[in-house]
């Protein structure tokens, strides 16, 4: 009962009430199925409940800044990207695994396929949405921690033979002493980057390192994309206001950016089936038909 008041008051489940509802994990589009239409909407796409929820409460002007949303997968795209994210029954070797840490671009892995980094400020939650993104492959630990300054590395995982994707150290607060070269070296050479994950926690907004980091991957030419991350500590209010202005900052200042943040968070897993899918398209590994 506590679970279905709360459901309904944010449309966002807490992991806690997944076992509560009958449902085993929350991270499997499964699960989201199983849920009532408008929860599983709000749970599969939030950026898309969240606007048209909160269409009532927006002034005049903000409404033209309203748009139809570009990335929008069907549920069986959902699920075939999801597949890439399982370990495959009787599988001899391992398709998800942890490959290895680099300081330096040269103790990097070949880089023969494509590759999408997360980056973004000191507990920002790089760490726990790659953990959230690997839930479905036991085998595949990723470190988090409270402490602000945790990962010190380039950290490297496979997708199987389709793509890796790489926890970078935190900006700003408590970074690596050799934070700028490591990274900055690693986005500049890395031929195989097809898409930089910058991450924004969702209640605080952009930051001045974040500004700094923005014109930094302007000025290499990196392709990248906005994560507003802990969507779950927030209210709907100001969830909705944090849309608004990324997406105003996405228009006005940036051009290698795509033009559409993700919301996601890492504990209810609202958010992470679309951001599978994303990675695949952006990785060419699925295409998207819609
Ligand atoms: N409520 C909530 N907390 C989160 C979420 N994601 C991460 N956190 C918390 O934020 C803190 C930092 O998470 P990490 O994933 O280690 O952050 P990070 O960006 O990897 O941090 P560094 O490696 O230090 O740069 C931890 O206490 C997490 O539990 C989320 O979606 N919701
Ligand atoms: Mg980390």
Redesign the pocket.
Same mark, same amino acid.
Do not use: A, I, Y
């Given at each position: 009962m506590w679970c279905r008041v709360l459901a309904s008051r944010t449309r966002l489940l807490p992991k806690a009430c997944w076992r509560t509802l009958g449902l085993e994990h929350g991270d499997k589009l499964s699960d989201a199925l199983q849920l009532t239409p408008s929860d599983r909407l709000a749970h599969l796409y939030p950026l898309y409940t969240l606007q048209e929820n909160m269409t009532e409460m927006l002034a005049v002007e903000a409404k033209k800044d309203q748009k139809k949303l570009l990335f929008v997968p069907s549920e069986a795209e959902l699920q075939q990207a999801e597949q890439l994210f399982v370990e495959p029954a009787g599988s001899a070797r391992t398709h998800m695994a942890y490959v290895s840490s680099a300081e330096r671009i040269d103790h990097a892995p070949k880089s023969t396929v494509p590759e999408v980094c997360f980056l973004?400020r &000191?507990? =920002?939650? #790089? &760490? &726990?949405?790659l953990r959230a993104i690997f839930s479905l492959a036991p085998n595949v630990y990723v470190r988090? @921690? #409270?402490? %602000?300054? /945790?990962?010190k590395k380039l950290n490297f995982f496979c997708v199987g033979r389709s793509f890796l994707l790489v *926890?970078a %150290?935190?900006y700003g607060y408590r970074a690596p002493i050799d934070f700028t070269e490591m990274v900055s070296v690693y986005l500049k050479t890395r031929q195989s980057l097809k898409n930089v994950l910058l991450?924004i926690d969702s209640g605080v907004g952009i930051q001045p390192p974040d500004r700094a980091i923005i014109s930094a991957l302007e000025n290499m030419n990196v392709s990248y994309t906005m994560v507003l991350? #802990?969507? *779950?500590?927030a209210s709907r209010r100001d969830l909705f206001r944090s849309v608004l202005t990324m997406q105003q900052f996405i228009k006005k200042r940036t051009t290698g950016c795509f033009p559409e943040p993700l919301l =996601? @968070? @890492? /504990?209810t897993y609202a958010g992470i089936s679309l951001l599978r899918c994303f990675i695949a398209h952006v990785t060419g590994t699925i295409w998207k038909s819609t």
């Open positions: 973004g &000191s507990n =920002v939650g #790089k &760490s &726990s949405l988090v @921690s #409270k402490t %602000p300054g /945790h990962t *926890d %150290p935190g991450l991350t #802990k969507s *779950d500590r =996601v @968070s @890492s /504990h």
